[in-house]
Nanobody, 126 residues
């Protein structure tokens, strides 16, 4: 399985950015998907996750109401729509995949993800 994240770049505070992640493997619907981020000088943290069917989503508190995770199982993609971005959202964003979980599970723990993309940098200017 290969994950390719794209869509990063420079965005002004208050603006929007859409990140996408393409999953190269078969049976994309067998994977829960997540987004994590690593700010400069900090550890990687959970951002959002979506269950295999898309029915369940979870977010870290700091992005609730601003970010939306979604998936298209026909196109093998997961998307993170980022609205009302803030300078503290500046980070390298990673998509990750977790295989074989129950349909309703949307894990936030990094160690539940076995596949990771290369990351895409989002820089929010104030």
């Amino acid at each position: 399985v290969q994950l390719q994240a794209f869509g990063g770049g420079l965005v002004q505070a208050g603006g929007s950015r859409r990140l996408s992640c393409a999953h190269s493997g078969r049976a994309f619907s067998n994977y829960a998907m997540g987004w994590f981020r690593q700010a400069p000088g900090k550890e990687r943290d959970f951002v959002a996750t979506i269950s295999r069917t898309g029915y369940r989503t979870r977010y870290t508190d700091s992005v609730k109401g601003r970010f939306t995770i979604s998936r298209d199982n026909a196109k093998n993609t997961v998307t993170l729509q980022m609205n009302s971005v803030k300078p503290e959202d500046t980070a390298v964003y990673y998509c990750a995949a977790s295989y074989g979980l129950a349909l309703s599970r949307a894990p936030a723990a990094e160690d539940e993800y076995g596949y990771w993309g290369q990351g895409t940098l989002v820089t929010v200017s104030s």
